[in-house]
Protein backbone atom coordinates (compact mmCIF):
# COMPACT_ATOMS: atom_id res chain seq x y z
CA UNK A 1 0.00 0.00 0.00
CA UNK A 2 1.11 3.62 -0.81
CA UNK A 3 1.52 5.88 2.19
CA UNK A 4 0.37 8.66 -0.02
CA UNK A 5 -1.49 9.30 -2.58
CA UNK A 6 -3.34 12.09 -4.70
CA UNK A 7 -7.02 12.61 -4.31
CA UNK A 8 -8.13 13.10 -7.93
CA UNK A 9 -11.94 14.00 -6.62
CA UNK A 10 -10.38 17.08 -4.86
CA UNK A 11 -7.63 17.92 -7.62
CA UNK A 12 -10.37 17.75 -10.32
CA UNK A 13 -12.25 20.19 -8.19
CA UNK A 14 -8.92 22.68 -8.48
CA UNK A 15 -8.82 22.19 -12.22
CA UNK A 16 -12.51 23.06 -12.62
CA UNK A 17 -11.96 26.24 -10.50
CA UNK A 18 -8.66 26.78 -12.19
CA UNK A 19 -9.64 26.64 -15.90
CA UNK A 20 -12.68 29.23 -15.66
CA UNK A 21 -10.51 31.70 -13.60
CA UNK A 22 -9.27 33.61 -16.08
CA UNK A 23 -5.97 33.57 -14.17
CA UNK A 24 -3.40 35.86 -15.80
CA UNK A 25 -0.46 33.77 -17.58
CA UNK A 26 1.92 36.24 -15.82
CA UNK A 27 2.80 37.29 -13.47
CA UNK A 28 3.05 41.23 -12.71
CA UNK A 29 6.22 41.78 -12.45
CA UNK A 30 9.27 44.07 -14.21
CA UNK A 31 11.12 41.65 -16.48
CA UNK A 32 14.93 42.56 -17.67
CA UNK A 33 14.75 40.53 -20.85
CA UNK A 34 18.58 40.56 -21.05
CA UNK A 35 21.68 39.89 -19.22
CA UNK A 36 23.83 41.80 -20.81
CA UNK A 37 23.44 45.16 -18.79
CA UNK A 38 25.34 45.54 -15.57
CA UNK A 39 22.04 45.81 -13.26
CA UNK A 40 20.85 42.68 -15.13
CA UNK A 41 24.37 40.85 -13.84
CA UNK A 42 23.51 41.51 -10.50
CA UNK A 43 20.04 40.79 -10.32
CA UNK A 44 20.75 37.15 -10.86
CA UNK A 45 23.33 36.87 -8.58
CA UNK A 46 21.21 38.71 -6.20
CA UNK A 47 18.51 36.12 -6.80
CA UNK A 48 21.27 33.36 -6.99
CA UNK A 49 21.98 34.65 -3.26
CA UNK A 50 18.53 35.18 -2.06
CA UNK A 51 16.99 31.66 -2.82
CA UNK A 52 20.13 29.68 -1.13
CA UNK A 53 18.89 31.40 2.22
CA UNK A 54 15.03 30.99 1.58
CA UNK A 55 14.14 29.01 4.09
CA UNK A 56 12.23 28.87 7.39
CA UNK A 57 11.69 32.66 7.26
CA UNK A 58 8.42 31.85 9.85
CA UNK A 59 9.45 29.10 11.59
CA UNK A 60 6.95 27.92 14.01
CA UNK A 61 7.25 28.50 17.59
CA UNK A 62 9.34 31.90 16.65
CA UNK A 63 9.83 34.93 15.64
CA UNK A 64 8.86 35.88 11.65
CA UNK A 65 11.36 37.57 9.55
CA UNK A 66 9.72 41.14 9.37
CA UNK A 67 11.70 44.79 9.22
CA UNK A 68 11.13 47.96 6.92
CA UNK A 69 12.25 48.63 3.64
CA UNK A 70 11.96 52.08 2.15
CA UNK A 71 9.03 52.80 4.44
CA UNK A 72 6.93 49.43 3.62
CA UNK A 73 6.71 46.70 6.60
CA UNK A 74 7.81 43.82 4.59
CA UNK A 75 8.09 40.16 6.53
CA UNK A 76 9.20 36.54 5.29
CA UNK A 77 10.44 36.39 1.43
CA UNK A 78 9.11 40.46 1.01
CA UNK A 79 11.67 41.63 3.71
CA UNK A 80 14.47 38.93 3.05
CA UNK A 81 13.97 39.86 -1.04
CA UNK A 82 13.59 43.86 -0.23
CA UNK A 83 16.28 44.38 1.95
CA UNK A 84 19.19 42.25 0.32
CA UNK A 85 17.52 44.41 -3.04
CA UNK A 86 18.09 47.55 -1.20
CA UNK A 87 21.67 46.46 0.23
CA UNK A 88 22.95 45.65 -3.39
CA UNK A 89 21.98 49.04 -4.93
CA UNK A 90 24.32 50.89 -2.44
CA UNK A 91 27.13 48.13 -2.06
CA UNK A 92 26.88 45.91 -5.36
CA UNK A 93 29.65 43.92 -4.06
CA UNK A 94 26.93 42.01 -2.44
CA UNK A 95 26.11 40.36 -5.37
CA UNK A 96 29.69 38.88 -6.08
CA UNK A 97 30.54 35.66 -5.59
CA UNK A 98 34.08 36.88 -4.26
CA UNK A 99 31.90 38.48 -1.08
CA UNK A 100 29.78 35.86 -0.66
CA UNK A 101 33.03 33.41 0.04
CA UNK A 102 34.10 35.73 2.73
CA UNK A 103 30.91 36.34 3.67
CA UNK A 104 30.57 36.74 7.47
CA UNK A 105 27.35 35.73 10.21
CA UNK A 106 27.98 39.46 11.45
CA UNK A 107 27.65 40.70 8.55
CA UNK A 108 24.54 38.67 7.37
CA UNK A 109 22.70 39.54 10.81
CA UNK A 110 23.30 43.32 10.11
CA UNK A 111 21.50 43.24 7.23
CA UNK A 112 18.74 42.32 8.54
CA UNK A 113 18.68 44.08 11.82
CA UNK A 114 15.70 46.48 12.19
CA UNK A 115 15.37 49.95 13.98
CA UNK A 116 12.27 49.07 15.06
CA UNK A 117 11.52 45.18 14.84
CA UNK A 118 15.61 44.02 15.90
CA UNK A 119 17.17 41.43 14.84
CA UNK A 120 14.87 38.59 13.47
CA UNK A 121 16.64 36.55 10.67
CA UNK A 122 17.42 33.16 12.48
CA UNK A 123 19.82 30.52 11.84
CA UNK A 124 22.62 33.04 10.47
CA UNK A 125 25.14 30.87 10.94
CA UNK A 126 23.73 28.51 8.51
CA UNK A 127 22.69 30.78 6.27
CA UNK A 128 26.00 32.60 5.86
CA UNK A 129 27.67 29.11 5.56
CA UNK A 130 25.50 28.69 2.71
CA UNK A 131 26.36 31.69 0.60
CA UNK A 132 30.10 31.27 1.69
CA UNK A 133 29.63 27.38 -0.43
CA UNK A 134 27.67 29.39 -2.58
CA UNK A 135 30.89 31.93 -3.78
CA UNK A 136 33.24 29.29 -3.33
CA UNK A 137 31.82 26.98 -5.19
CA UNK A 138 31.19 29.59 -8.15
CA UNK A 139 34.28 30.57 -8.30
CA UNK A 140 35.77 27.35 -8.62
CA UNK A 141 33.99 27.11 -11.48
CA UNK A 142 35.53 30.39 -12.95
CA UNK A 143 32.60 32.17 -13.06
CA UNK A 144 31.39 35.69 -11.70
CA UNK A 145 27.94 35.16 -12.23
CA UNK A 146 25.70 32.50 -12.72
CA UNK A 147 24.25 33.38 -15.70
CA UNK A 148 27.34 32.03 -17.39
CA UNK A 149 27.11 29.05 -15.24
CA UNK A 150 23.29 28.48 -17.23
CA UNK A 151 24.52 29.42 -20.41
CA UNK A 152 27.06 26.49 -20.28
CA UNK A 153 24.11 24.72 -20.00
CA UNK A 154 22.80 25.69 -23.31
CA UNK A 155 20.10 26.30 -21.47
CA UNK A 156 19.12 22.56 -20.68
CA UNK A 157 17.83 22.34 -17.28
CA UNK A 158 17.39 18.45 -16.94
CA UNK A 159 19.74 15.21 -17.41
CA UNK A 160 23.58 14.88 -15.84
CA UNK A 161 25.14 17.96 -17.70
CA UNK A 162 21.76 20.24 -17.12
CA UNK A 163 21.51 23.13 -14.89
CA UNK A 164 19.57 21.49 -11.96
CA UNK A 165 22.39 19.18 -11.89
CA UNK A 166 24.76 22.03 -11.76
CA UNK A 167 22.26 23.66 -8.95
CA UNK A 168 23.00 20.22 -6.74
CA UNK A 169 26.83 20.72 -6.65
CA UNK A 170 26.07 23.64 -3.91
CA UNK A 171 24.92 22.79 -0.28
CA UNK A 172 21.96 25.21 -0.17
CA UNK A 173 20.24 23.45 -3.86
CA UNK A 174 20.38 19.77 -2.72
CA UNK A 175 16.80 19.17 -2.15
CA UNK A 176 15.72 16.12 -3.37
CA UNK A 177 12.46 17.54 -4.45
CA UNK A 178 14.59 21.40 -5.83
CA UNK A 179 12.19 23.66 -3.96
CA UNK A 180 14.98 26.44 -4.20
CA UNK A 181 16.14 25.37 -7.82
CA UNK A 182 12.70 25.28 -9.27
CA UNK A 183 12.25 28.69 -7.45
CA UNK A 184 15.48 30.37 -8.69
CA UNK A 185 14.65 29.01 -12.12
CA UNK A 186 10.62 30.46 -12.38
CA UNK A 187 12.78 33.61 -11.00
CA UNK A 188 15.33 33.92 -13.89
CA UNK A 189 12.70 33.16 -16.84
CA UNK A 190 10.31 36.06 -15.03
CA UNK A 191 12.46 38.44 -14.19
CA UNK A 192 15.55 38.17 -16.77
CA UNK A 193 13.69 36.11 -20.04
CA UNK A 194 16.13 33.12 -19.55
CA UNK A 195 15.58 30.76 -22.17
CA UNK A 196 14.63 26.89 -21.06
CA UNK A 197 15.40 24.17 -23.82
CA UNK A 198 13.66 21.76 -22.00
CA UNK A 199 10.39 23.88 -20.21
CA UNK A 200 8.77 20.42 -19.14
CA UNK A 201 12.06 19.18 -16.80
CA UNK A 202 10.43 22.66 -15.01
CA UNK A 203 8.52 21.88 -11.42
CA UNK A 204 7.03 23.51 -9.03
CA UNK A 205 8.78 25.02 -5.99
CA UNK A 206 6.94 23.20 -2.85
CA UNK A 207 7.63 25.09 0.71
CA UNK A 208 6.01 24.80 3.97
CA UNK A 209 3.03 26.97 3.02
CA UNK A 210 1.77 24.77 0.22
CA UNK A 211 2.42 21.73 2.35
CA UNK A 212 -0.13 23.61 4.69
CA UNK A 213 -2.45 24.32 2.24
CA UNK A 214 -2.57 20.89 0.20
CA UNK A 215 -3.00 18.87 3.11
CA UNK A 216 -6.30 21.06 4.42
CA UNK A 217 -7.74 20.76 0.78
CA UNK A 218 -7.79 16.93 0.91
CA UNK A 219 -5.56 16.84 -2.26
CA UNK A 220 -3.20 14.08 -0.50
CA UNK A 221 -4.77 11.21 1.72
CA UNK A 222 -1.67 9.79 3.99
CA UNK A 223 -2.62 6.03 4.20
CA UNK A 224 -0.35 5.14 6.48
CA UNK A 225 -1.46 5.44 10.04
CA UNK A 226 1.94 6.05 11.45
CA UNK A 227 2.82 9.17 9.13
CA UNK A 228 -0.81 10.38 9.36
CA UNK A 229 -0.20 10.61 12.92
CA UNK A 230 2.80 12.43 13.25
CA UNK A 231 1.46 15.08 10.41
CA UNK A 232 -1.94 15.06 12.98
CA UNK A 233 -0.03 15.84 16.18
CA UNK A 234 2.61 18.11 14.44
CA UNK A 235 5.44 15.98 15.04
CA UNK A 236 8.48 16.13 12.50
CA UNK A 237 8.97 14.29 9.80
CA UNK A 238 12.05 12.12 8.79
CA UNK A 239 13.95 13.53 5.55
CA UNK A 240 12.15 11.24 3.19
CA UNK A 241 8.68 11.07 4.82
CA UNK A 242 8.77 15.12 4.23
CA UNK A 243 10.54 14.67 0.55
CA UNK A 244 7.82 12.13 -0.27
CA UNK A 245 5.05 14.19 0.76
CA UNK A 246 6.47 17.32 -0.92
CA UNK A 247 6.90 15.53 -4.02
CA UNK A 248 3.40 14.16 -4.19
CA UNK A 249 2.40 18.04 -3.97
CA UNK A 250 4.99 19.04 -6.65
CA UNK A 251 2.88 15.96 -9.04
CA UNK A 252 -0.58 17.18 -7.84
CA UNK A 253 0.69 20.70 -9.21
CA UNK A 254 2.06 19.28 -12.11
CA UNK A 255 -0.59 17.95 -13.34
CA UNK A 256 -3.05 20.88 -12.12
CA UNK A 257 -0.57 22.74 -14.92
CA UNK A 258 -1.08 20.35 -17.61
CA UNK A 259 -4.67 20.02 -17.12
CA UNK A 260 -5.35 23.88 -17.25
CA UNK A 261 -2.50 24.97 -19.63
CA UNK A 262 -0.91 27.36 -17.38
CA UNK A 263 2.32 27.54 -16.69
CA UNK A 264 3.92 25.26 -13.00
CA UNK A 265 5.01 28.67 -11.97
CA UNK A 266 1.74 30.28 -12.10
CA UNK A 267 -0.12 27.74 -10.62
CA UNK A 268 2.75 27.72 -8.01
CA UNK A 269 2.51 31.65 -7.45
CA UNK A 270 -1.25 31.19 -6.86
CA UNK A 271 -1.14 28.34 -4.33
CA UNK A 272 1.86 30.00 -2.33
CA UNK A 273 0.35 33.36 -2.63
CA UNK A 274 -3.37 32.14 -1.31
CA UNK A 275 -2.06 29.87 1.14
CA UNK A 276 0.28 32.37 3.04
CA UNK A 277 -3.00 34.96 3.12
CA UNK A 278 -5.32 33.10 3.73
CA UNK A 279 -4.97 29.96 5.17
CA UNK A 280 -2.55 30.74 8.27
CA UNK A 281 -1.89 28.35 10.36
CA UNK A 282 -3.82 29.66 13.16
CA UNK A 283 -7.44 27.64 12.37
CA UNK A 284 -9.67 30.72 13.83
CA UNK A 285 -7.23 33.46 11.55
CA UNK A 286 -8.05 31.14 7.98
CA UNK A 287 -10.22 33.34 5.78
CA UNK A 288 -12.71 30.56 5.20
CA UNK A 289 -15.64 32.56 5.98
CA UNK A 290 -14.04 35.97 4.83
CA UNK A 291 -10.54 37.95 3.75
CA UNK A 292 -11.51 41.03 6.21
CA UNK A 293 -10.03 44.03 5.83
CA UNK A 294 -6.60 42.86 6.48
CA UNK A 295 -6.13 40.37 3.89
CA UNK A 296 -2.40 40.69 2.26
CA UNK A 297 -3.86 38.75 -0.46
CA UNK A 298 -2.48 40.25 -3.83
CA UNK A 299 -4.65 42.56 -5.95
CA UNK A 300 -4.21 40.23 -8.94
CA UNK A 301 -5.96 37.54 -7.16
CA UNK A 302 -8.76 39.32 -5.60
CA UNK A 303 -9.55 40.46 -9.01
CA UNK A 304 -10.09 37.56 -10.10
CA UNK A 305 -14.34 36.46 -11.24
CA UNK A 306 -13.90 33.36 -9.18
CA UNK A 307 -12.93 35.35 -5.81
CA UNK A 308 -16.04 36.14 -3.48
CA UNK A 309 -14.45 37.69 -0.17
CA UNK A 310 -12.59 35.04 0.85
CA UNK A 311 -10.46 31.75 0.18
CA UNK A 312 -10.71 30.77 -3.23
CA UNK A 313 -10.85 26.93 -2.52
CA UNK A 314 -13.92 27.19 0.56
CA UNK A 315 -16.36 25.91 -1.28
CA UNK A 316 -15.21 22.49 -1.50
CA UNK A 317 -11.80 22.61 1.06
CA UNK A 318 -11.89 19.77 3.33
CA UNK A 319 -10.87 22.04 6.10
CA UNK A 320 -13.25 24.51 5.54
CA UNK A 321 -14.60 26.28 8.61
CA UNK A 322 -13.15 23.23 10.71
CA UNK A 323 -11.43 24.40 14.19
CA UNK A 324 -8.40 21.95 14.44
CA UNK A 325 -7.41 22.68 11.26
CA UNK A 326 -3.58 20.51 9.94
CA UNK A 327 -0.56 22.62 10.43
CA UNK A 328 2.64 21.85 8.33
CA UNK A 329 5.24 19.28 10.50
CA UNK A 330 8.12 21.33 11.86
CA UNK A 331 11.11 21.32 9.74
CA UNK A 332 14.43 21.92 11.24
CA UNK A 333 16.64 21.77 7.66
CA UNK A 334 17.48 24.45 4.61
CA UNK A 335 15.34 23.19 1.50
CA UNK A 336 12.46 25.06 2.16
Not at 63 to 72: A, F, K, P, Q, S
Not at 216 to 221: A, E, H, I, K, Q
Not at 322 to 330: A, N, S
Request: glycine share 6%.
Amino acid sequence: MEKIVTASAQISKLVEILRISDLPSEEDRPTHPTRDSQGALLLANSYFALVSICHQTSPLGERRLEGIVDNVKLAGWDYLEGKFRWKIREEPQWASPEFWRALRPLDLSGLYEDPVFGKTLNRVNERALLLNDLGQRLMERGHSNVGESFDECRGIIGGDSGFLAFLKTFEAYKDPVMKKAHLFLAIMVRELGWAIQDPENLRSPVDYHEMRGHLRMGTLLIQDQRLASKVQRGLTLTEEEDCEIRSKIQAVNTFISNQTGLRVSVVHSLFWNLFRSCCHRLSNEAHCSGCGDSCNLLDRYKKLAIYKGRCLFSEFCKSAEKPDKIMEPPYAGHYY
